[in-house]
């Protein structure tokens, strides 16, 4: 494992950086522990919104997108993160440190933790062409499959909900232009669901430094036939969603406020000796 570390207070500003990352119902269902041989991450299943499998999922993906908020953190402030996910019963990752100049990618990717918010607001607009088949390719490597939902097949209910449209009820969207796409993986184990996570903070992240906004979702997911039609006429039957997420042209309005989060004292362990 590393041979240096970062000190306990340059370590804070990352996590708290970290705890930027979006969650489902803003739950932040995760713990660190931070010692002398990496950072590890934990779910906190005492913050699951439910018992139910889609509840268990939204926890991981939750934890995944804090893994990669986590080592977009590091790498801005000079450290590269080697992963090593579910390296034991009960731990989803560990993060082993190495220093590593930020280079100007990771930079700008760790600019864009601050401006990013779940938008749930009509976005208005065209995407610039080429952003999508940009956000395959990154998803694909995190093992995730990126496509596009028809837009027939969803639909904008009141300000801030969303909905599957396989039912057959017609499709509204009151001028919302967003593109709907859909993350899945090959399997529905909890690596693919961390990977899922991971790529999906990737993803908003991206997105938000090329000024563009994005929503997570899982809600619309969890009614089992929409999720059964959505396979098989977006993945052939072959891949599991795992979350949608909406993808815009920002709204002109004002920026969204940033919401509460848990401080790092809250959700985090240090035993660094
Ligand atoms: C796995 C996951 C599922 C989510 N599902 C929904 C959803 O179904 N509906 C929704 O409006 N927002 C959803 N969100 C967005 C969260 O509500 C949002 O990230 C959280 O409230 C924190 O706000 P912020 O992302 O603006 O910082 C989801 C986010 C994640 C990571």
Redesign the pocket.
């Known amino acids: 494992m590393a041979t240096t570390f970062p000190d306990a207070a340059d370590v804070e500003h990352v996590l708290d950086l970290a705890a930027?990352a979006?969650?489902?119902?803003?739950a932040q269902p995760w713990r660190w522990l931070v010692d002398t041989r990496g950072v590890h991450l934990f779910a906190d299943w005492s913050r699951s919104l439910g018992d139910s499998d889609a509840d268990r999922r939204?926890v991981v993906?939750?934890c995944g997108?804090v893994l990669h908020h986590c080592a977009v953190a590091f790498g801005a402030a000079g450290w590269s993160s080697r992963i090593h996910r579910l390296p034991e019963p009960d731990v989803l990752a560990s993060l082993e440190l190495a220093a590593r100049p930020a280079g100007a990618a990771s930079r700008e990717l760790a600019a864009a933790i601050a401006r990013r918010?779940?938008d749930?607001r009509p976005y208005r607009g065209a995407l610039p062409a080429g952003t999508i088949e940009q956000l395959v390719i990154r998803a694909a490597r995190f093992d995730v499959q990126l496509s596009v939902v028809p837009a027939s097949r969803w639909a904008r209910l009141g300000d801030?909900e969303f909905a599957l449209r396989y039912a057959g009820a017609a499709p509204q969207h009151d001028g919302d232009q967003a593109a709907m796409l859909v993350l899945a993986t090959a399997a529905d184990t909890e690596g693919m669901r961390l990977r899922a996570?991971e790529a999906?903070s990737d993803l908003t992240l991206a997105a938000a430094a090329l000024g563009l906004a994005t929503?997570?979702?899982?809600?619309p997911l969890r009614d089992q036939r929409n999720r059964l039609a959505l396979t098989c006429e977006v993945f052939d039957g072959d891949a599991y969603p795992q979350?949608l997420l909406r993808l815009g042209q920002q709204p002109v309005t004002d920026a969204l406020p940033?919401?509460q989060r848990r401080s790092v004292a809250e959700t985090t362990t240090f035993a660094l000796g």
């Open positions: 930027r979006p969650s489902a119902g803003n939204d993906l939750s997108a918010r779940a749930r801030a996570g999906l929503c997570p979702l899982t809600q979350a940033p919401l």
